[in-house]
């Protein structure tokens, strides 16, 4: 494991609501991949059965908020200012992927994209875009 | 649009309540329904140190906010029509005012302003005391399905697309 991906790790493992998820890292260069493996407590529909499309939500916003920890090497976590969401299929119950694309980064805020799959990373089941604060006011540090 | 006579909202309450007792995520969020309204629900999300998004100011997580409002739209998309049928969720925007504050249970309302035959029209607003001082804004858009559901189980088999 290199030391990027302990850091990445151990940063996931401090966060409460990743471990509540059962989310967890894959890092390959700079390439952040999450993982959700599948648990029955993801589901939001029972008939079908489908994964909740805010679990899928809250992946893709964690991948974002990882990304950018992993890319700006801040020791704080990126706030979120606005995420927007695109359902493309409906979930099954199977482990979920996510990977998000950091489009820019300035100094305050950036600009992230990401998707989530499951058997086929051609055949996205949702997409995110979000604003991310990556600084605050005076962090010239 | 139905407009639930006082004597049948809590009729109404149990069963859409009951409904969001049977999604196993809603279930271990915690989240419950608190009163229903026409094409109106409102929603808590109770504190809980597991679902904290940053350790360091003990924050819940934005992920936490997403699920519980994309759940409470659903919820206000089912109470406008006069037959329930299936809904998905289309697309789901949130906008972040401030964060939530820490040890505070999360309220939220939700709005469906629009249903049509076959896409609905959410708002809904998060807050700890009053929607004039918010947390977060939704804005969501659901397909509303026709006749032809899917069965049940249909994920559990091959899928073709």
Not at chain 1, 15 to 36: C, I, M, N
Not at chain 1, 93 to 100: F, G, I, L, N
Not at chain 2, 72 to 94: E, F, K, N, W, Y
Request: with cysteine.
């Amino acid at each position: 494991m290199s030391q990027e991906q302990d850091r990445v790790t151990a940063a996931l493992a401090r966060v409460p609501y990743a471990k509540f998820l059962g989310v967890r890292a894959e890092l390959k260069g700079d390439e952040l991949t999450l993982v959700l493996p599948f648990a029955d407590h993801l589901i939001g529909n029972p008939m079908l059965p489908a994964l909740h499309g805010g679990v899928v939500g809250a992946l893709m916003e964690l991948a974002a908020i990882t990304q950018l920890a992993v890319s700006g090497k801040a020791e704080k976590f990126p706030k979120t200012i606005d995420i927007s969401i695109d359902y493309l299929r409906s979930g099954k119950p199977v482990d979920t992927y996510a990977r998000a694309r950091v489009v820019k980064i300035g100094r305050r805020i950036a600009n992230v994209q990401v998707e989530a799959w499951q058997g086929e990373r051609t055949q996205p089941i949702a997409a995110l875009h979000g604003h991310f604060l990556v600084a605050e006011e005076d962090s010239a540090a | 649009m139905t407009s639930p006579p006082p004597d049948q909202h809590d009729a109404i309450l149990e069963r859409v309540r009951m409904m969001m007792q049977f999604t196993p995520q809603g279930r271990a969020l915690g989240a419950e329904l608190v009163r229903v309204g026409p094409s109106r629900a409102w929603g808590k999300a109770p504190y809980r140190e597991e679902l904290v998004g940053d350790p360091e100011t003990g924050v819940i997580a934005g992920g936490v906010l997403t699920t519980f409002l994309d759940q409470i739209c659903g919820v206000a998309v089912i109470l406008s029509m006069q037959d329930p049928r299936p809904i998905a969720t289309l697309d789901l925007r949130i906008d972040y005012m401030r964060a939530a504050a820490p040890g505070r249970d999360i309220l939220a309302e939700a709005h469906c302003y629009k249903i049509g035959q076959t896409i609905a029209f959410v708002r809904a607003t998060a807050y700890e005391d009053t929607p004039e001082d918010p947390i977060a804004h939704a804005v969501a858009a659901f397909m509303v399905h026709s006749g032809a559901v899917r069965k049940f189980g249909a994920n559990l088999r091959e899928r073709k697309s």
